[in-house]
């Protein structure tokens, strides 16, 4: 598949276009020659842009505000949700039964070739440009956010939640496959599973599936 409309996209034309073919090869696809090199690069790059960013934009707040802005605006729902405007999973390389995965079991690889692809731009370009086409992809979260907001995740504003109500604070059972975690939580007899490319994360989506529930029961 040409890659022409993809980059269109991206908003950004490769000169050497091997390097954006390779960040869009899963390892299901081939397990020596795959993204997750440049995974590991691109997700240093991200969380560095966007850490200048804050740095630099709201010069009065401490590190911990900081942190947990950064973590708002680079969290998995954020990555899978970009990929899925940029239609990642036209382009990606996955085996069969990957592909056959239901798209919930594909955020991890969506996240993942996200990372994959600003990586592959910084090795094709430069600093700046790597930083304007992250700023750029990541505008409507940054031009948004603000220090008068609560950035905490799902997993702790669940314990708060039942903290508040007297109940004990839940407990997740996790656990790890070949590309993924999968958390579990059972809140009021109701088990909410979710996955996620970290343990972390897997249960932040667990907790944050949870909290939809028990929101939904106050409406």
């Known amino acids: 598949m040409s890659l022409n ?13 091997n390097l954006l073919e390779l960040a869009l090869v899963h390892k299901s696809s081939n397990n020596k020659i795959n993204n997750e090199r ?25 590190e911990g505000l900081l942190t947990r802005m950064r973590s708002y605006i680079v969290c998995g729902e954020t990555l899978t ?51 304007s086409f992250t700023l750029n992809l990541f505008n409507n979260e940054l031009s948004s956010i603000g220090s008068n907001q609560e950035f905490r995740d799902s997993k702790t504003e669940l314990q708060e939640l039942l903290q508040s109500k007297n109940n004990k604070t839940p407990l997740y059972s996790t656990k790890e496959f070949h590309s993924y975690f999968e958390s579990t939580v059972i809140i009021e007899n109701n088990e909410f599973s979710a996955h996620g490319r970290s343990k972390r994360q897997a249960e932040t989506n667990a907790a944050k599936e949870a909290l939809n529930y028990l929101k939904s029961k106050n409406d």
């Open 81 to 131: 949700k970009k990929a899925q405007y940029l239609d990642v999973l036209n382009y990606i390389k996955l085996s069969k039964g990957t592909a056959n995965l239901s798209n919930e079991r594909k955020q991890s690889i969506l996240e993942g070739a996200l990372e994959s692809i600003i990586g592959a731009v910084f090795l094709d370009s430069s600093w700046q440009k790597v930083q």
């Open 38 to 62: 440049l995974e590991f690069l691109g997700d240093s790059i991200l969380n560095t842009i966007i850490s200048e960013y804050l740095f630099n934009n709201f010069p009065n707040e401490k």
């Open 5 to 17: 409309k993809f980059q269109k996209k991206l908003g950004y034309s490769f000169n050497n276009i």
